[in-house]
Structure formats: C-alpha cells, structure tokens
C-alpha cells in the first residue's frame, strides 16, 4: 500500500470508529488544539495556540469554549500577567485523548490486515484518478470521458 493510501486508511478508520463511539466529536480544529495542549510544552495562551495554528485570537477561544464545555480544558488567569489566559490540561480531556489515541491503534492493526490485491487495486484507482485529472482535456457537458481501465 502506497503511504499515503494507508495513512488515509488510518485516518478514516480512527475517524469512523471516533464517530460511532461515545465520546463527543471533535472538530479539526478543537482536535488540533487537544493536540497542542496535552502534547506540547506547557504554558498554553491563546495567543500562543492561535499563532501555532496561525488562525485568529477568537477561532481559538470559539474552539476552547466548546472544549471547556466538554471538560477536556480549563482556562485560568496568568497570575504573573493579568491580560493572559492560561489553557490548561483536565483529567477528562486526557481521557479522551487515551481513548481516541486507543481508536488509532485499532486501525494500524486493521490497515495491516488489508489483502496486498485490495491495497493494489486502490493504487491503481488513486493513479487513474491522478491521471484523468491531470490532463488539459475536460470532458464537456453530456460527453463521455475516457474510463481508466479496470484490472
């Protein structure tokens, strides 16, 4: 399987699996801010997580009040400096991240077991896909396009 075919597999395994479970879903930019909170070097400001993400001051306080909503973060003042907040980690949210961290695991082993003939196939039609589009020729309105061949 090409690498980038079987990081989107994993991708969508996870994803389907976060989806039909429990938890809450996370959109990608709360997943990011997760992501940046409990993996990266602590303190954590919004100013510092939007510049990180380079998407404005108010996305990221969107994101977090859904976030905090959750209990998956905490905002506190910055005792040395008043006008900072603090985005801190919670037990929860380090729950969450176990549990979802546990869904990707589930997919390597799933995106191990795929048969070499399916992960072939795939490649080819990612190619034919790559191909067709590629080309300065656009099918017009009510023309057949050319159909890549099927192995």
Same mark, same amino acid.
């Given at each position: 399987?090409?690498?980038?075919?079987?990081? =989107?597999?994993?991708?969508?395994?996870?994803?389907?699996?976060? /989806? #039909? &479970?429990? $938890?809450?879903? %996370?959109?990608?930019?709360?997943?990011?801010?997760? =992501?940046?909170?409990?993996?990266?070097?602590?303190?954590?400001? /919004? #100013? &510092?997580? $939007?510049?990180? %993400?380079?998407?404005?001051?108010?996305?990221?306080?969107?994101?977090?009040?859904?976030?905090?909503?959750?209990?998956?973060? #905490?905002?506190?003042?910055?005792? %040395?400096?008043?006008?900072?907040?603090?985005?801190?980690?919670?037990?929860?949210?380090?729950?969450?991240?176990?549990?979802?961290?546990?869904?990707?695991?589930?997919?390597?082993?799933?995106?191990?077991?795929?048969?070499?003939?399916?992960?072939?196939?795939?490649?080819?039609?990612?190619?034919?896909?790559?191909?067709?589009?590629?080309?300065?020729?656009?099918?017009?309105?009510?023309?057949?396009?050319?159909?890549?061949?099927?192995?």
């Amino acid at each position: 399987m090409s690498a980038q075919l079987q990081s =989107l597999e994993l991708w969508r395994h996870a994803l389907v699996a976060s /989806v #039909r &479970g429990d $938890a809450p879903d %996370l959109s990608a930019r709360q997943m990011a801010l997760m =992501l940046l909170v409990y993996l990266g070097e602590a303190p954590h400001t /919004v #100013r &510092g997580l $939007a510049q990180s %993400l380079k998407i404005s001051k108010p996305a990221v306080s969107r994101a977090l009040d859904r976030l905090g909503e959750l209990g998956y973060i #905490r905002r506190q003042r910055d005792d %040395l400096d008043r006008r900072n907040v603090l985005v801190q980690k919670t037990a929860a949210g380090g729950v969450f991240l176990t549990e979802f961290s546990a869904l990707i695991d589930q997919a390597k082993i799933h995106v191990a077991a795929i048969p070499a003939q399916v992960i072939d196939f795939a490649a080819d039609a990612v190619a034919a896909v790559e191909e067709a589009t590629s080309s300065s020729y656009a099918p017009v309105w009510g023309e057949q396009a050319a159909q890549p061949a099927v192995r």
